[in-house]
């Protein structure tokens, strides 16, 4: 129980050697009310010290298992970008022959609009 408790240490250090001295003398005479305060003190300080361990406990728990959820995460977004790269290859590639095929098709019907202006007004 020697852990220090709020970084007091000379406040611990003095509680423990009073906590032993009083339950030294439990059973040969009879303890006084400031006694059983300081019995009382030490409890709450043993409670507080050991829900500090078990808070921290599950704070490591939850952390880890963020890290587990981030990593997943980073797992799905990972083939997301490989799926949507090879997605975004192939329309390129199909924007690429539509816009080919168009400037065909506009080239062709520019030819085909000029030369019926010059048949017909020329």
Request: aromatic residues 14%; charged residues 30%.
């Amino acid at each position: 129980m020697g852990e220090v408790m709020f970084g007091n240490e000379l406040f611990d250090h003095w509680l423990n050697q009073k906590s032993l001295e009083i339950l030294g003398k439990v059973e040969k005479e009879k303890i006084s009310t400031e006694d059983m305060l300081i019995l009382s003190l030490k409890a709450q300080t043993n409670y507080f010290h050991h829900m500090d361990q078990e808070f921290r406990g599950e704070f490591k728990k939850i952390t880890q298992n963020f890290e587990q959820i981030d990593q997943r995460f980073l797992h799905i977004e990972e083939k997301f970008d490989k799926k949507f790269v090879g997605i975004e290859e192939k329309f390129d590639k199909k924007f690429d022959r539509l816009t080919n095929v168009m400037m065909w098709q506009g080239g062709i019907l520019a030819t085909l609009i000029t030369g019926i202006y010059f048949k017909l007004f020329l």
